[in-house]
């Protein structure tokens, strides 16, 4: 099997300033904290530990390419693209829109160099020339809707390359499945009403964006019913994400009929992330993997391209993503030294035991009501 792999060095040059979520404000206690939540370090990090461990020489590299404006303007205004242009020519750059995103001098080239990344390695997966493959891209993508970015993102990277895919490849149906812990509310929103494209989002319940990614937010027009979303209470774990994936989204996935799979891969859902507590090990993100894997087999001659989004965690963002890829281009991933820790930890553990626990909690704290 031929894996694709795509990083570039100026993903790793993204310049998030010294504010943690919003820039340093003395006047309200916010002091600078020099690593924003979405510093590039820690994908320049898993890049590293690909290389590294050994993993990158059993990959076929893919090279990165800046999305053309043509290419960012089939999902998003002119307004937006042009705002971002101007903001990235300033000395200290400038933000996606929201005020939480900030990008350096020169941020448009690297968000660009993101959103064509997610292209070329979805090109090469359709053109055959790999037969999975995984972009390591940074800003991440899924928040970004047609009039804005937002959360960290600047161009929804996925959406240009499912665009990619269908107007310039021809490609018939495809299947967004989001895994990051927030809600993938920018490629809801650029798909909502187009029958073409299935959007599914696994997060954690209305983590962010702020009160999104309910169960009833089906797609809309035509589109209806080709959007699903999968809140998930925190503590979830891998059980709770491997059963969702089981009961929800592979039976969707049959349902729908892709031509190709993408994943919009996150790995803030794992255990040690700092912007949410889905509780997921590097385990949990191989068995996620191996199932969309499955299932782009018996659907789509397992046309797979995996798509990086969020993962904060300094500590196990590069291992969950190690061994996510060595899953994904089906070689002996790396041990996880974390494993030892999270081995009996509650969250990772059978989802039947949660809802076990929670059956007995009832049944005494109910039988002791007086
Ligand atoms: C600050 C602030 N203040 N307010 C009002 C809001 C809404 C703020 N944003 N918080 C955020 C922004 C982005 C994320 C995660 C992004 C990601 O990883 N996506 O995959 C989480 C929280
Ligand atoms: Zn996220």
């Known amino acids: 099997?031929?894996?694709?792999?795509?990083?570039h060095p100026l993903y790793?040059?993204?310049d998030t300033g010294s504010g943690s979520l919003t820039p340093a404000d003395p006047a309200v206690g916010?002091?600078?904290?020099?690593?924003?939540?979405?510093?590039?370090?820690?994908?320049?990090?898993?890049?590293?530990?690909?290389?590294?461990?050994?993993l990158l020489d059993q990959l076929h590299r893919v090279p990165a390419r800046p999305a053309k404006r043509a290419e960012i303007l089939r999902v998003h205004t002119e307004e937006h693209h042009d705002r971002i242009v101007a903001e990235s020519a300033l000395p200290k750059g400038g933000d996606a829109g929201d005020g939480v995103s900030p990008f350096g001098k020169g941020g448009y080239e690297i968000a660009?160099?993101?959103?064509g990344g997610a292209l070329a390695m979805v090109d090469a997966v359709v053109r055959g020339e790999v037969d999975n493959g995984f972009a390591l891209v940074n800003p991440c993508g899924h928040h970004a809707v047609p009039e804005t970015g937002m959360g960290f993102c600047v161009?929804?990277?996925?959406?240009?390359?499912?665009?990619?895919?269908?107007?310039?490849?021809g490609v018939e149906r495809i299947a967004v499945v989001d895994w990051d812990v927030h809600h993938g509310n920018g490629t809801q929103a650029v798909f909502w009403e187009d029958p073409r494209v299935l959007t599914v989002s696994m997060h954690q319940d209305r983590l962010y964006p702020p009160r999104g990614g309910t169960v009833g937010e089906r797609g809309g027009g035509a589109g209806l019913y080709t959007n699903l979303n999968v809140p998930r209470p925190p503590g979830t774990g891998d059980a709770g994400y491997v059963d969702a994936m089981d009961a929800v989204i592979v039976p969707a996935l049959r349902a729908f009929q892709p031509d190709l799979v993408v994943v919009a891969c996150g790995f803030d859902p794992s255990y040690f992330d700092p912007l949410a507590h889905t509780m997921v090990s590097a385990a949990g993100f191989a068995t996620l993997t191996e199932r969309v894997m499955e299932a782009a087999a018996e659907l789509c001659d397992g046309r797979l391209a995996m798509v990086q989004e969020g993962g904060y965690s300094i500590h196990y963002v590069a291992i969950c993503g190690a061994i996510t890829i060595a899953t994904l281009a089906g070689v002996e991933p790396i041990a996880d030294p974390y494993?030892?820790?999270?081995?009996?930890?509650?969250?990772?553990?059978?989802?039947?035991?949660?809802?076990?626990?929670?059956?007995?909690?009832?049944?005494v704290l109910v039988a002791d009501i007086p």
Do not use: C
């Not at 660009?112 to 959103?115: D, P, V």
């Not at 161009?155 to 490849?169: G, K, P, T």
């Not at 494993?339 to 989802?351: F, K, P």
């Open 12 to 14: 790793g040059w993204n």
């Open 155 to 169: 161009f929804n990277n996925v959406a240009v390359a499912v665009r990619h895919a269908q107007e310039v490849l």
């Open 112 to 115: 660009a160099l993101a959103a």
């Open 339 to 363: 494993l030892a820790l999270l081995a009996d930890v509650y969250g990772i553990h059978a989802l039947e035991e949660h809802q076990l626990a929670s059956r007995k909690a009832a049944e």
């Open 1 to 7: 099997m031929t894996t694709g792999y795509l990083w």
């Open 30 to 54: 916010l002091q600078p904290v020099g690593h924003h939540f979405a510093h590039p370090d820690n994908k320049r990090r898993m890049h590293e530990l690909v290389e590294v461990s050994g």
